[in-house]
């Protein structure tokens, strides 16, 4: 560029009129989007969780919000309400939304030419007075305009993916919670069912004690089943609470909202498990983490030509100039201002892109990895969980069921007593407890599967839990 | 009955299986008749021989057998066997012929016998002919004094009997396992004089207990004192046979037991006198009137009565081997409230019903439903209600029109006018007590079963 510097001195005129329709040429492209960007977020939300997502600047917006979420509070919620209440009312989210502003005004501004620099310079000496005015350009800045302007548009579109990111990390928290808020809602149920038939028995003991029946012995075996079972059932119903709250943070509700509603049952298993075609392919074509990882590869590479580009003019300035004396005429002139690469060849910067360059490299390829691998694991995890709540819903629940019927007939033939059938009693309740837990494991899992195939990384430690919340009882020694 | 058709099906197994038999060779095999069947057959009147009184086995048989030069030829077949413990229970058993027990083996004193053994079970079995004096190498104690039959094999015990009486037989090769599987069988022999100990009706039967878990069929050998089927002849009642006798009769009862506990055998009605025992004959100046007879573990007794009209009971006096299959950890649930409780457990188990908490005799008239292949622990119905037994109990059912030689259940006693025990319908007074000891807290509040206690509290 040093070497195609005008030989002739444009007028002034001719140099206003040229920076000007430059300068309106730039900033007719840069100027704020009607959506602040938002569209291009919902699509990216939608096709990942099947909502989209909006920020509510205006008070319309915010009406139409408030109403939805009215609406969707009256009826129990379902698993995608929560998800679509979440990305409406969660704060966090709409922080991030923000910063997606932010990210808009930068791109703004990297599309408007540096303001001109004016300077101005009287010295007066002996009567002599000499005054000196400039107007300078930074007209490297003009040159490397659209490269700048694509930088900030790719770092733009990555605030949009980190927007959406967020709002898919959202949905996929917010369905984990709920799931775990429904079934342990619904655990309650069962272990209040479990305590009352420890207390049936613990009522009978004691009755039994009372009649001159039972040793104090018996009785107290029997009350300490009734003992455990109170303690089981407070565990649940604070582990309830806890779901419940933290699924209430989640969908950022208060006041009269808290006491929306859930489903009294999780939702069925589903017929089949779901087998994806090229997952791995999907989640590297769709993933957001990977997505981003691969764009901000681009925009560092871009950034290292550009780097080559400029490696020894790290500024160019360009001015008119033009000098008066008192009693002198008028000196028009320019000036140019040059770093000359004499001790910095420029090797250092562009070295340092490379580096970067290479990480970015780097990086992008072990995002791709861990999404892979991430995707391989969530769907064995998702196979086991459907596996293994099916095998409770058609195995092991039926079969404790059976064992009941079997026991009631031994019952009835006096060849087993009482304690036991309520014994066996609490041990069915239980077996449905962990096909409720295993239920929830499963509806966890394919939230983690469709978020690792689509959105992000999977929540650490979302894996089926391998332990049940309760381990089965001894059996009752009578 | 004797099944012809099994009987040529087996004789031609054995044909088939020639090696199993060459040291005999198939054609000095006698046929091994078979009897599945649980109903009591007629008393097998010897067609040749010695002319004797043959028994009666209760739900059982007497096999058959072939005189050879002189020797009667009997063939036992060791097997698994279906036996129906009452209607409505089957058990795998093993016996012998078809049946457990196996059929009544019955000579005269002096016969000489030849007894073919063929082994169908799994694993190698022998006979001891218990209370039998023979050579010693016929005493069929496997390792001992005889190499154990294989199976698929045939033995041959040849001896003469020497003194008249009850006898039994059952395996003395893994006898744990294949008494507890149901091997045994009578063996009487009896006096070479008709005349000599002769009776108008002489019954048999054996005790043997089993562990079978409701809904199951196999019974658990390893079960050394916990069983929950006592049986006389691998029945119990009401499968148990009546013992059919016409008043008058001279009647003759003879027990053995290969259980692992004694069995005092008390009968209602006519005393007795054991006249019989694992020895022999009592002499008459010995013998021990009674209405209870003991009778230990590997013994036999035979007692004789002069049968009476009625029906009478006989049965073991331990009480809970008249019951069947219960349960022997049961809570004992009498006296206790079950108010409010009752309604908890229904919500929690829905067809729950309270029970026990007056006792037990509601186990007589209830009917609800049971595990599979199993008995209510009480049964059978009289002419009065609920018998609420089972296990080792009968009835001597003595008649006047009762033809000699019939074994027919006639039915229930017609009682004579004013021979039944009435109720009370007039004044009950008010007992003149002194007073109770103080109840503490250590003391039995025990509740009767209300209905007609109105009086007391």
Known sequence: MNHTLPRRVPTRARLTVAASAALAMLAGCASFSPDGGMGAVSDLTRERTGQAVSVQRSPEQGDTARARVAELLKAPLTADGAVELALLNNRGLQASFSQLGVAESDLVQAGRPRNPVFSFGRLAAGGVV????????????????????????????????????????LASDTRRAYFNAVASQELVGYYRQVKDAA?????????????????????????????????????????????????????????????????????????????????????????????????????????????????FVNALHVGYQNKSETDGPRANGYELELELPLFDFGSVRSRRAEATYMQAVHRTAEVALNAQSEVRESYGAYRTAYELARHYRD???PLRKRISEENLLRYNGMLIGVFELLADSREQVRSVTEYVQALRDFWVAETNLQTALTGRSPAPGAAPSTTSASGAEAPAGH | MSQRRDFFRTAGALALGATAVSRVGAASLPEAVYQTSATMQPPLMPPNGRPYNPVATLNGWSLPWRMNNGVKEFHLVAEPVVREMALGMKANLWGYNGSSPGPTIEAVEGDRVRIFVTNKLPEHTAVHWHGVMLPNGMDGVGGLTQPQIAPGKTFVYEFTLLRPGTHMYHPHADEMTQMAMGMMGMFIIHPKDVRQMRVDRDFVFLLAAYDIEPGAATPRTAEMTDFNLWTWNSRVFPGIDPLVCRTGDRVRVRVGNLTMTNHPIHMHGPHFVVTGTDGGWVPPSARWPEVTTDVAVGQMRAFEFDAVAGD?????????????????????????????????????????????????????????????????????????????????????????????????????????????????TGEVPAATRADAPKANAKTLDVRKPGGGHEGHH
Not at chain 1, 134 to 141: E, H, K, Q, R, T
């Open chain 1, 199 to 311: 207390d049936a028995s613990s009522e009978l003991a004691r009755r039994m004690l009372a009649a001159g029946n039972f040793n104090k012995l018996a009785q107290m075996r029997e009350q300490s089943f009734y003992a455990d079972a109170t303690a089981g059932l407070a565990r649940a119903q604070q582990q309830a609470l806890a779901d419940r709250e933290r699924l209430t943070r989640l969908l950022g509700v208060s006041g009269d909202q808290l006491r929306f509603t859930l489903p009294e049952r999780l939702p069925d298993l589903p017929k089949e498990p779901t087998a994806p075609k090229d997952a791995e392919q999907t989640a590297l074509d769709k993933r957001l983490d990977v997505l981003m990882a691969k764009r901000s590869t681009e925009t560092t590479a871009k950034s290292l030509g550009l780097t080559r580009a400029t490696r």
């Open chain 2, 312 to 424: 009478w009971a006989i049965h073991c006096h331990k009480s809970h081997h008249t019951m069947n299959a219960m349960g022997h950890d049961l809570p004992n649930m009498i006296g206790v409230d079950h108010k409010g409780v009752a309604e908890r457990i229904t919500k929690l188990v829905p067809d729950y019903m309270v029970m026990g908490d007056k006792g037990m005799a509601d186990m007589g008239s209830m009917e609800m439903p049971l595990p599979d292949n199993t008995l209510p622990m009480m049964t059978g119905t009289g002419p009065f209600g609920p018998l609420e037994m089972g296990g080792m109990f009968s009835v001597v059912k003595v008649r006047d029109d009762v033809p000699r030689g019939g074994y027919k259940d006639p039915g229930w006693f017609k009682h004579p006018q004013g021979s039944v025990a009435y109720e009370y």
């Open chain 1, 130 to 169: 000499e005054i000196e005015r400039a107007i300078m350009f930074d007209v490297l800045s003009l040159l490397t305009m659209p490269m700048g302007r694509e930088l900030r548009q790719q770092q733009f579109e990555q605030a949009q993916f980190q927007a959406a990111y967020d709002a898919v990390g």
């Open chain 1, 395 to 397: 195995e092991v629940v």
